[in-house]
C-alpha cells in the first residue's frame, strides 16, 4: 500500500521556466511534509518541507503547496536551473513518530538547456 | 562537520549469506535510521535507533535486524541473502526527534548474485 505517491516517474523543463513536481498521500494521520533530492551516487538531502498547519512555504527559488482536502502537494522550482537534474523524493511524517518517514517514488527532474 | 559515513559503499554477496553494513551519524546525533531504495519501491523505512534502543521498525522480514552502540554508530544485518536484498541502504541521522529531516549517508550498495 502506497500511502505517498509521485505519479509520474519523471520531467523534463527547459532552464528558467517553472518545474512542478506532484505528490498525492492518502494517509489523513500525516501533519508534516518534506521533499528531499538526490543527485546520482549520493545520498537524498533534504530540500524542503512544510507543516499541515500551513499550504505554502517558501525558500528561494522552492516553494511547496499543501492541499489537505486533495491530500496533495506539490514542489515549484523558479527558475528551474542544470543543477537542479535530480530525483525528487517527496515524503510525509506522523509528527512525534520518531523519524519514519514514508516516501513517494520520486521524480527524475531534467533540466535542459 | 563531518557528514554520515556509510561503510561499505559496495559490496556482492551470494545468496544465503549475510552481511553486516555499518554507519557513523554526524557527531551529536543520536537518532540513527535506516532506509532500503530499490528501483520503482523509492526509500522504504527499515528501523530507526536512538540511544542504543529501536524506536521503530518497518514492514520488513526478521532476517533484517539492527543495533546501534554507545557512540550512535550503527550496524544493520541482512542474514540469508536473497536476490531481491539487492538494493541501496541509506543510513540517515537526525539531532532533532520527529521532524523528519534527516541527513543521509552515500549508501551501500548491496549485490545479491
Known amino acids: 500500500d502506497q500511502q505517498v505517491k509521485q505519479n509520474s516517474p519523471s520531467l523534463s523543463v527547459q532552464e528558467g521556466r517553472i518545474s512542478i513536481l506532484n505528490c498525492d498521500y492518502t494517509n489523513s494521520m500525516f501533519d508534516y511534509f518534506l521533499w528531499y533530492k538526490k543527485y546520482p551516487a549520493e545520498g537524498p538531502t533534504f530540500l524542503i518541507s512544510i507543516s499541515s498547519i500551513k499550504d505554502k512555504n517558501e525558500d528561494g527559488r522552492f516553494t511547496v503547496f499543501l492541499n489537505k482536502s486533495a491530500k496533495h502537494l506539490s514542489l515549484h522550482i523558479v527558475p528551474s536551473q542544470p543543477g537542479d537534474s535530480a530525483v525528487y523524493f517527496c515524503a510525509a511524517i506522523i509528527t512525534g513518530t520518531a523519524s519514519k518517514l514514508t516516501f513517494g517514488t520520486g521524480t527524475r527532474l531534467q533540466v535542459t538547456l | 562537520k563531518a557528514g554520515v559515513t556509510q561503510t561499505p559503499r559496495y559490496l556482492i554477496k551470494t545468496r544465503g549469506q549475510q552481511v553486516t553494513l555499518s554507519c557513523s551519524p554526524i557527531?551529536?546525533?543520536?537518532?540513527v535510521s535506516w532506509y532500503q531504495q530499490t528501483p520503482g519501491q523509492g526509500l522504504q523505512f527499515l528501523f530507526e535507533y536512538f540511544s542504543e534502543t529501536q524506536r521503530n521498525k518497518g514492514n520488513f522480514p526478521g532476517r533484517f535486524s539492527g543495533r546501534q552502540f554507545s557512540n550512535s554508530r550503527s550496524e544493520m544485518n541482512v542474514s540469508t541473502l536473497e536476490l531481491g536484498d539487492s538494493a541501496l541502504y541509506l543510513c540517515?541521522?537526525?539531532?532533532?526527534?520527529?521532524?523528519?529531516?534527516?541527513?543521509f549517508g552515500e549508501g551501500s550498495r548491496l549485490t545479491v548474485l
Open positions: 540517515a541521522s537526525s539531532g532533532a526527534i520527529g521532524t523528519g529531516e534527516l541527513f
Open positions: 557527531s551529536g546525533h543520536r537518532s
